[in-house]
């Protein structure tokens, strides 16, 4: 089950060190790629060190955009398989962390991100953070997932997973307005008042319940500055971006970063 959801609010660690030789996997981004869409497809978004490790290897900052076509290194390590195990060609000794890293190799095959699977391509990927964060070879499966969002903000970064309650359904979450367009603009005092931040603080908050209960979801209007605020008055800004693409003010205006017009 797809859906769709649009808002419009009237106003009133001490990391293992990587094999240095070893090579990363790089794929090109596709149109309205963000960061944490790319990471998500290859399922790296759960653990914080595989973002930072992101940023590094494409010497980007937290508020650089994604350009469609280009080719970003992800944090995928990229071993040639010896055809006798994972944990001697990778050089660990933990079993679960082997079972681990073949689950991921096949689901990626099934996915359909990987052509062959690693014993016949004699090619085995690993995630980053199952060798150089903090913890990862020792952590055993639990019942709860959780998982860091900066796009929520540092108080609210934190995604605990509690229940299965929407697994298998998709939400794209839309907050409307944004970039040059505040959508209705008010007075509370001396300070301003837009529509698009507390449209976008209300579709923060609901991105993030959606995930808790399991869902996908999929946060379409994104401001890599605001996550989720408790402050009365939210300050307007214009930084908003659809999927990393600028938002025109005129919606027939040819978009900058993707060369094509909005629909």
Known sequence: MIV??????????TPMAAIDDTPYFETNARSGDGVLTLLG?????EEACNLEEFYRLNEMNADDYLLEGKAYKLPVLI????????RSTVGISDYDQ???????????????LRESDYRTSKVLWVPFHELNCQGAASVKPSNKKSYQLPILGPKEADV???SDDLQGQVYYVISGHGGPDPGAVSKSGRSILCED??????SLRLF????????????IIEDQNDGIRDHEILPCDQDERCRGAEIPLNQGETTPSTGRRSK
């Open 41 to 45: 497809r290859y399922h790296l978004v």
């Open 197 to 202: 931040e507390y449209a976008y603080d209300v």
């Open 98 to 112: 082997a079972v681990r890293i073949q689950k991921y190799n096949e689901r990626l095959v099934n996915e359909q």
């Open 160 to 162: 605990i997973v509690k």
């Open 79 to 86: 071993f040639k398989y010896n055809s006798k195990s994972i």
């Open 208 to 219: 993030k319940l959606l995930l808790e209960q399991g869902a996908k979801a999929y946060l």
């Open 4 to 13: 769709i959801l649009f808002f419009s609010l009237l106003l009133l660690t």
